[in-house]
């Protein structure tokens, strides 16, 4: 059946101001909830140096057809992030500027889609961010339903609609809903921490020592051998 | 047999100014003739922001071997862009700096190559602008004979010499040269056409309206409900 | 047995900078020493833009542990370059902002690493070029020993630790320290030689003449024919 | 946290002897179930001819290490598939034929694994069936954790601890407990329906007739023309 | 415009047979006319063994759409081979078992498709050959016209309707209908050439001494040497 | 410089038999050597089943150009297995049923090459084994030189001539020379090793037990729970 899921729980955007105000990034983000969430790495962004932070409207679209995007703007709000799955692999032009313009008049702050976009000119002067798997101007068609605010597997990760997705020049991880409050903490504990190590490794104290790995190395049988002595 | 076909016929370049005049990229052109022409997803600009327009010396070169460029620059007149396709797949540095100079001084407007590119930061400062499958610094050789203005699969197009080709951000485009005047036409209009609707967009228009999507979606049984009452 | 060999012998620090004065990028180098050391073009820079020469301090990691990275750290010389391969494919994320700044504490000059990385809006910020097969945050583990300052196969070139690697837009090159001296004065021949042809070239001379190639041509058989008269 | 989830709930073998004696191969179950579960088309059969069907076991396991395998096995009944994602992309050798004899004795039907195997002449000759990302000996260690029977992402697709996993020389494919009946049905409708169809279509019938295509596709604009009065 | 071209032109069959009967595969016939026809190398045969040859009806498709193919059946005649090239790229499974009985009926010798195919278990069965770009069961829609028996680019290679396909282990080679008479001559010439060459080559001659390569590899200054004398 | 390095030292003969005699696969003799040599993935058979051992003659050559391959023939001794790695990426057709004919003659066993082959009907047909990284009938040349038995980088891994490489269905490994009487007897330890855990494998014992694992994972945090009792 296909379905359009109406007022979906959403993070609080408060809580989300917070990922953006202390730079909590995709690298940290996915450290702090303990190395899940990660889409995969095909996923790159249309210009660099993005960073959004915002909640998933998610789309679950038959290959080569943007028919539910237009379905899917309806449903959003500021501050959320539209994030497209195609059923079928495809990278195909799905999105160019007139979806980005109808976008940004409601305040959405980027495109996460496996698949492809064109017009790229045009959103990165327009500011709009997109991460993709491709750029393409292929068109699509609007022949297929699919649905909207549905949990889907995008990039290789489940996304719900409502939960936090983050995007910089790193890529895409995404937060459960229900997580993002204690991801929130872990990771500004992280930042903090990296804080006084990077002092430290900035006045040249070596990750050696400021992590104690000597003896461990040791134990596992690293030897230390001058290259004049070493018979490769 | 090699051959390199002379006096070949060009796209009108007047009428190609007016494709840059009107903003007519790559995206628009290839929905203009009814989306056909597009080179693959896998030509990517070397640098950013390049959009050319200008009519097609076409190459067939041997894989890693670049005789045909040098032959080809002789058949070359200022508005055009130089097509090379491989007669097997190479990621081998086909074109540096010197040819970029030599080109430039010919004033040709840039490269559209399946296959690889070398000297790409010299390319950049030069402002010369290539599209290409690969970065890569690997030599070519000058030993075996190609052709130069004969019909070329690039990418998977078929490229006439005299063919109007369009490159931007996203991607390249071919116009056969004898629609280029209609295709013209056509992306004029589109292009006026989405002036107004970015305008009802930006407004907060939904384009389930403007375009009168509703109904359809209804018919083909879309189906809308609230989270609160959804089995997924 | 896994070894950090040390005090390797290393290229001269004031012939290095002779390769970065004369402005020798990758492919020139890569002409001059007879078209080898060219690591594979999936090398790609995170950023464009940059340019460095240095000596390798070379790391044969595990797949996803990046445990010898820390190790390496202590080996490496102001002017030197890290060069990792991994003895099996990875694309997860080994390196990060806080490596970048103990090794800039270190005066290392950059990284080149045949696996991924992340933080890379912060390395882009930091000014630490990278090239890498991957940007990818997926996080690493500290458990499998490797090795620092033995010969790698990088991106499918061996790198002996001491070569002298040189990066640029174009991708990375590996020269053998004991060829380094010979390799810079044929860069710098071919940078002169170069420079003359480019301004016949600019001027508007011929390839085809400079190189003395129609001779050539025809006797393989190279037919020029009008297009009027040709029968595809 | 890591967890072993045992006791896990089982989709019925009677039920699952149904898929195999009706001969419900991977393309008819996903048609038959609204086409979903599909896993990507990189997962092929280390030899052809194979034909499974039976619960999955999950496994979320650390890139190159393949210690939950282990853990794995003693979870497993007869009847059950193996179904290992790895937690990042790694395309090294997680399984061979001494696992493989582990699974046998426990009557393990196969693996499906989003990563690499080994000693595939071996599997081939105890009729082992295997569907994979890659073929590669490099070895992997016990040195992460993982979890064991928690839903996992396999190559794009949600698998759960339980679900029905088909898998034949077109891929793999997932059917959610819940709903394994139904599927069933639908399968076997499709089949018998399929038949009826085949008849006709091998005694020359066109499907244009079968399925009623003529009027939809002039009405849609297909036009017939002679070769001699058409002008490409 | 959408068209289905009528009553092509074909290469006369008995002219087919004869390629067949001389056992002119792909690797012999792309040679004899000059190297060129040669579909790219993504093009796999879904089982081993197949060699075909016939006369190409050509399909350019809209991707995931395979309405075009069920207009394309009635287009065949026996000892024609079905050629789809999608308008963007697709592995979507076009083609299973139906199909291809509707296919067999009317003589059609095998689908040559860059895009995927399903039901590979059957189609060995029913030793039906097919040469695509993947395998895989992702379901097709029916709602987007293509065309029939126009050119299309299938794999890098422009291929008309009439032309002769041929296919085997090795790929796919298209030999243009006019030339297929000239063809067969000079791929006739080149195996009777080849079996005499193939005869001194198993009684041990050398290619080095058939071929006379020995003066020109010393004139282009390849030197033998010594292990023990060599310095690497 | 180009050579041809004439007199390689060879492994021995009957040690390389025992290899085979004693079923060391590619898989065993990967880890008998502590995880190294292993070629690159990608590297696959053109048909299953084939199991060889042999000395490396190693081909350096040109991208798209065959001609050492005739030279190197000259340098076969039986029992030599031929590896070709070309300097810049290239899935030319190199080597088909001709080549093979002549290395048959001189009792060589197999090709590994990081390139294309053609003629794939006709090896299999011959039994003559070839691992590739592709199968492509486009045509080469014979106009660069390149250099034989010299040490080259082949799939990602450093062969030397005179090497020991072995190829099954798994892929390709290589053993330095000097080692190859130490790795044969670790790997006869191994298999003699293996084959005592199979029996009590295969007899329903778990490698949880066999190999005491128990413990270290309950170290490491890893939590049996039961399904009724589990919320994801």
Known sequence: MNVVVTNIKRTDQALIQQYLDNDLGVATVHEAQGRKGLLASHMRPIYSGGFIAGNAVTISAAPCDNWMIHVA??????????????????????????????????????????????????????GFPVWSAAVFSQGTVKETLGSVNVPVVCAGQLVNPGDLVIADDDGVVVVAREEAEAVLE???????????????????????????????????????????????
Chains 1, 2, 3, 4, 5, 6 share one sequence.
């Open 186 to 232: 872990k990771g500004k504990a992280r930042i903090a921490n990296e804080e006084s190590k990077r002092k430290r490794l900035a006045a040249g104290e070596l990750g050696l020592d400021i992590y104690n790995m000597r003896e461990r190395l040791a134990e596992k049988g690293l030897t230390y051998i001058d290259q004049a002595d070493w018979k490769g």
């Open 73 to 126: 703007v309806e449903q959003c709000q500021p501050g959320d992030i539209l994030v497209l799955a195609p059923t079928s692999p495809s990278n195909a032009g799905y999105f160019g500027d007139l979806l980005a313009t109808s976008l940004m008049a409601r305040g959405v702050r980027g495109l996460v889609i496996d698949a492809g976009v064109r017009d790229t000119r045009d959103l990165k002067q327009m």
